[in-house]
């Protein structure tokens, strides 16, 4: 499938960061990329060298997030779209490219708290990836590093950002019914064959954070299972153990991070067909599963 953009990196500020070291590389299986020239911490699941920046600070939340064009004329579209859409990008300097590991940057402000920077050419490690916790690695190829989901009050921004701007377009939506009858709308959008690179998760409040959770796939699905018993062995807070997503058919599970957000390991996820015309309203959240695991 032809795409202009793939979900690239994701940064986060965290006030704890040697708890989610231990958490991305012993549980996750994400391997360390290395500091930046800044001193930032990177991880990745794949060849590129940097896919999560992990910076120190109050935060405790998304600070930015990255897509990559998939060539020159997507770069240059994708930033006049935005542009018409309100969202003006400025070009980075050599110092920025740099410190992300790119070859060409521009960054701009986004609906939530968060910095949305458009790059070419993410650098590449010359080996194979291989996580020795992953054995069967992460599925990114053509379909970006794995998804986000974010916290929103409204979609009326977010999607004109997301549809007009990025080029995005929906895959379908859930609503449902939430603790003490409050209604939940989670809307997921494409921009390859991922069955979403993005979800925003609409509440009738601010829950003051913009990152649900990150997401990330691996290529079999027993890593799934696996990383499951690393998070149980370590003691992780379990937010939603194991099940099937309803829409996107992933398996997977939700482990809380020691900054709060969740990160969820998955397998299987609903690839996107062209034309695409599974957009419709799911009415659940799971097929099976996702309960929350009380520890001791
Ligand atoms: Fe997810």
Redesign the pocket.
């Known amino acids: 499938m032809s795409h202009e953009i793939e979900f690239a990196y994701i940064g986060v500020e965290v006030s704890n960061p040697d708890a989610l070291d231990h958490m991305l590389t012993g549980v996750v299986g994400l391997l360390p990329g290395g500091t930046t020239i800044e001193g930032l911490r990177t991880y990745r699941n794949d060849e590129c060298s940097r896919r999560v920046f992990v910076q120190e600070g109050p935060l405790d939340d998304c600070s930015v997030l990255g897509f990559e064009a998939s060539s020159t004329e997507a770069f240059e579209n994708v930033a006049t779209r935005l542009g018409a859409a309100g969202f003006d990008l400025s070009e980075g300097d050599d110092a920025l490219s740099a410190e992300r590991g790119v070859a060409r940057i521009a960054y701009g402000k986004s609906p939530w708290r968060l910095r949305v920077e458009l790059v070419q050419d993410l650098a590449r490690e010359p080996t194979p990836f291989f996580s020795p916790l992953v054995k069967g690695g992460f599925q990114t190829s053509g379909v970006g590093a ?4 974010l916290a929103v009050t409204s979609f009326e921004d977010s999607e004109r950002f997301l549809l007009d701007g990025l080029g995005m377009i929906q895959s379908d939506w859930i609503e449902t019914e939430i603790m003490d009858g409050i209604e939940l709308e989670v809307r997921f959008y494409h921009c390859n064959s991922r069955h ?1 690179s993005i ?1 925003l998760a609409k509440l009738p409040f601010d829950l003051g954070k913009s990152l ?4 990330v796939e691996t290529n079999e699905r027993d890593d799934v299972g696996l990383a499951f018993d690393r998070a149980w062995a370590a003691g992780c807070e379990l937010a939603n153990g194991l099940g099937v ?1 309803d829409n ?1 058919g ?1 398996f ?1 599970f ?1 482990a809380t991070s020691p900054a709060g957000f969740l990160i ?1 390991v ?1 397998y299987g996820t609903k690839r996107i067909s062209e034309p695409w015309d599974g957009n419709r309203r799911y009415d659940r959240i799971s097929r099976w599963g996702h309960q929350p695991i009380p520890r001791a």
């Open positions: 794995g998804h986000t989901a979403h979800a649900h959770h990150f997401q997503h996107e992933a997977s939700y969820e998955g």
